[in-house]
């Protein structure tokens, strides 16, 4: 107790109480009960949370990945792990963002206006800090630019040991000079960073490239699945097996060009209109998003095609009006007849003036870089952009997107997967959505997507490492990042979850062997983990598409693989599935080959091999043993 004088009245001061209140506590409670306010639930947040707080003591080098789908609400996901790293007693936590103001922003933003405390601070905030004023907890986050990581190891340097959360993990921070015996400088300025007994937690929705690149040794086996929340709406939907989209989707034959782009941004604008005028009660900003180009040249041409079409509607006397107009009302009557086009067509016309176009790339204006560039700040906002906006990037309200990038040699799955800006919660608006592609480039996205998913099933199957899946139009990574020291990168089959052997399961398989019901009955008494239904509704899809018969294959036991096989794990590096074990004189037309095979203990696993072009990718250096 302190007694206050200078009032005339005597009073004691229980500092000791205040001091207590000043060590701060229960945050990550705290950050549920601000979710649940908002009616979010929190379940899959909290798995992710709790999952990495127990994994990160025991994960080799204290390094791991939290891994899920794109767009799924990760940075609320990463405010809560913050706020449970600092009440478990971590006093320094940096957040990693890609070399984009616009994206740094945005996540600043929403952790500040979390109620997190400390208040997040970005590295020119905590560089006007002198170091005698270093505050007993830090959240810092720094852009993955070698400048600003310089600064933050200087400054940082003496305050302690440091948790890294590396958003968009697989991007800049893995070594690109793998195989080269050195490092790129990004990825040595990370590791700096972490120093020697700090941690380090890679969030991202395409981990494949963190793993088959070793970044930081980190441990496949302690990875935490972060799953999507009941009103994400990510790949089942925008890309279903059956590709029976439950949106509109618009294909362009060719690669897109000016007309299309002008023909996209009409049916836009009448959507906005037909949402604002017929199904919400009160008026809602809408985003169209261009993505055609990773030039900034290419954004200035999208710019000005954009710009003059809606600046056509405001100029009544010209002919480009009448021609605008005309199209917007022939498209509210095709999108909308059970609507009076008139009514969208006014709207349209009214508001035309209101429209926001914004250029997201490298060169937005640094002064407006504070504002929010991704928020739409009218019911028609267009923002036209390349890489910046392909990832981590979140747009609210996107209601079409219009996307042609040109793929000049494979498409590389992990930049593809992120470039999936119409993944999230569109639920309440998604048969109004909008993409518009060419015919060819979302036949090869779809793949991309079948592909990341079969392998994330491996990740959960106690393999010790995934196998990932490419193919003659599909890469996995960027081979320069593959370390080549302990990836095999032609496994040739793909296997799943262990379980429990029984001899009876081959009377199931003689049933009939070239039937997919078969696979249902296995999957029925095996269990999910052990034959995904994923896999089942790939090889159904393929086999509809005229890809090939299916073959299932009775069991066979592994001991005479000898030592070239891992007997416990029930995993062999150049694989089991040979000429014999595919039986082509029996199946001579079969291109999907299901095998069980087992050992000595009578545990088994399901084992997968397509006979066409897809590459079955795996690292040893993680496999178990």
Same mark, same amino acid.
């Given at each position: ?396 309200? &996107?209601? !079409?997107?219009?996307?042609?990038? =040109?793929? @000049?040699?494979?498409?590389?799955? +992990?930049?593809? #997967?992120?470039? *999936? ?41 106690? &393999?010790? !490492?995934?196998?990932?899946?490419? =193919?003659? @139009?599909?890469?996995?990574?960027? +081979?320069?990042? #593959?370390?080549? *020291? ?140």
């Amino acid at each position: 107790m302190k007694r206050i004088e200078g009032t005339g009245v005597s009073n004691l001061l229980d500092l000791a109480k205040y001091k207590a209140k000043a060590k701060l506590a229960n945050r990550y409670e705290k950050q549920l009960e601000r979710l649940k306010g908002y009616d979010i639930a929190t379940g899959s947040i909290e798995a992710a949370v709790e999952g990495a707080i127990q994994n990160l003591t025991t994960a080799a080098n204290g390094a791991l990945v939290i891994y899920g789908e794109p767009q799924s609400g990760k940075t609320e996901m990463m405010i809560c792990l913050t706020a449970k790293l600092l009440d478990a007693g971590h006093k320094i936590i940096v957040h990693l963002m890609n070399d984009s103001v616009d994206l740094l922003s945005q996540n600043l933003r929403r952790f500040k206006a979390s109620g997190l405390a400390p208040a997040p601070k970005n590295l020119s905030e905590l560089l006007q800090i002198a170091p005698a004023q270093n505050p007993p907890e830090l959240v810092v986050f720094c852009k993955k630019n070698a400048r600003d990581l310089e600064k933050l190891i200087e400054r940082i340097k003496d305050m302690g040991k440091v948790v890294v959360i590396d958003d968009e993990a697989d991007y800049a921070t893995p070594n690109a000079k793998v195989n080269q015996g050195t490092k790129t400088t990004i990825n040595n300025l990370v590791g700096q960073l972490i120093g020697n007994g700090g941690m380090y937690v890679g969030v991202t929705a395409t981990p494949a490239r963190l793993d088959l690149n070793n970044t930081f040794q980190n441990d496949t086996e302690k990875w935490v699945n972060f799953p999507p929340h009941a009103k994400y709406t990510g790949q089942d939907v925008f890309f279903p097996l059956d590709k029976k989209a439950p949106y509109r989707l618009v294909y362009l034959q060719q690669g897109g060009n000016p007309q299309d782009a002008r023909g996209a941004l009409v049916r836009f604008l009448v959507t906005a209109a037909y949402m604002n005028t017929v199904v919400n009660d009160k008026e809602e900003n809408f985003t169209m998003l261009v993505h055609t180009s990773g030039r900034k040249l290419d954004h200035e041409i999208d710019r000005i095609t954009i710009e003059e079409a809606v600046h056509a509607l405001t100029e009544t006397d010209s002919d480009a009006f009448d021609d605008l107009v005309t199209r917007v009302h022939a498209a509210a009557q095709d999108l909308y007849p059970a609507v009076d086009a008139d009514q969208l067509t006014s709207y349209v016309v009214e508001n035309a003036s209101r429209a926001s176009l914004v250029v997201l790339n490298s060169e937005r204006d640094r002064k407006a870089a504070g504002d929010s560039a991704t928020e739409p700040s009218s019911p028609f906002t267009i923002i036209i952009g390349g890489n910046i906006v392909s990832r981590g990037v979140t747009f609210p309200n &996107l209601l !079409s997107m219009f996307f042609t990038r =040109d793929v @000049k040699h494979k498409l590389q799955q +992990d930049t593809y #997967i992120q470039r *999936a800006r119409m993944f999230g919660a569109r639920g309440a608006y998604l048969k109004n959505f909008e993409l518009t592609i060419p015919t060819q480039l979302y036949a090869d996205w779809h793949r991309c997507f079948v592909f990341h998913r079969l392998a994330l099933q491996t990740v959960k199957s106690s &393999l010790g !490492s995934p196998v990932w899946i490419g =193919d003659s @139009k599909v890469a996995v990574a960027s +081979d320069s990042s #593959i370390d080549k *020291a302990t990836v095999v990168l032609d496994k040739g089959e793909m296997s799943f979850g262990i379980f429990d052997f029984d001899a009876e399961l081959d009377k199931i398989v003689l049933g009939a062997q070239t039937d997919i019901a078969t696979l249902h009955t296995l999957r029925t008494k095996l269990g999910n983990d052990a034959l995904p239904q994923f896999l089942i509704d790939y090889i159904a899809a393929v086999m509809a598409g005229g890809g090939g018969t299916l073959a299932v294959h009775t069991a066979s036991s592994i001991a005479g693989y000898g030592d070239s096989a891992n007997h416990t794990a029930i995993s062999r590096d150049k694989g089991f599935m040979g000429k014999p074990q595919l039986e082509a004189k029996k199946f001579p037309t079969a291109a999907h080959h299901v095998k069980i095979f087992f050992n000595d203990e009578n545990r088994a696993r399901v084992f997968y091999k397509y006979g066409g072009s897809l590459q079955f990718i795996q690292n040893l250096n993680t496999a178990v043993t």
